[in-house]
């Protein structure tokens, strides 16, 4: 069984206020005579499910071709969460295990339409980074546009996760998910220069008789 939690990326697809839209030109189309149909993308990396580069807030950090691939794979908790607004303190998750590399956190976001931009939403905090970085953390993913309030400036979520290692996923997409532990793959794109990538995250579960 796979969990496909992608949000589907369409010219309805909600962005940041100010980014820009997917679109799909057609360059050639087989209706008009052409042997193939042919589409020139345009659209912000940040696009739907995705993974900042640490390039999108650190001057001289990786962009998305050069992350490190090896923490986007590999085991990851899922967890909701019922505050709907705000920074995420641990007590607002439920109970952690002892090792936890990769954490999902699915909040009220994941039940909204593609086409959504919340007007408010959770987001981590700087403790709750520390927390998952005690024990092993490697990856962050959360269901809304970003791992700070949506109008910071001084991101200090994005610059606690830079310093510590971590990468992050955002609108990820856990509808339908149960809480619990899963294989998670959501690699970036190898793209040069690039701020993010989409990425099409899934999760399997985990093979029987695996450690908790």
């Known amino acids: 069984m796979i969990y496909d939690i992608t949000r589907r990326v369409s ?14 030109d057609p360059l050639a189309r087989i209706a008009d005579g052409a042997s193939v149909n042919v589409v020139t ?28 691939l090896e923490q986007y ?51 981590l905090s700087v403790e709750l980074i520390a927390a998952v970085v005690a024990r ?15 109008e910071s400036k001084e991101l200090p979520c994005h610059h606690a996760l830079y310093r510590h290692g971590i990468v992050n996923l955002e609108n990820l997409l856990l509808r339908g998910v149960p809480d619990g532990d899963y294989e998670l793959i959501a690699l ?11 990425v099409r995250a899934i999760l399997r579960p985990l093979p029987e008789g695996s450690a908790s």
């Not at 010219?11 to 799909?24: E, L, M």
């Not at 696009?47 to 490190?68: I, K, L, N, R, W």
Request: aromatic share 8%; net charge negative.
């Open 11 to 24: 010219t309805t697809t909600a962005v940041f206020p100010g980014d820009t839209s997917y679109r799909a």
């Open 136 to 150: 092993g953390g490697v990856l962050i993913g959360v269901d809304v546009p970003s791992v700070d309030h949506a």
């Open 73 to 123: 794979i590999g085991r990851a908790r899922v967890v909701s969460v019922s505050k709907t607004d705000g920074a995420l303190s641990p007590a607002d998750l439920p109970p952690l295990p002892e090792r936890v590399e990769r954490l999902l956190i699915r909040s009220f976001a994941s039940d909204l339409d593609d086409s959504i931009f919340p007007a408010a939403f959770p987001y």
């Open 188 to 198: 970036p794109l190898k793209l040069d220069g690039a701020c993010a990538s989409p």
């Open 41 to 68: 993308l345009t659209t912000t990396p940040h696009v739907g499910t995705h993974a900042d580069a640490y390039f999108h807030y650190e001057p001289d950090g990786a962009c998305a071709a050069d992350m490190p």
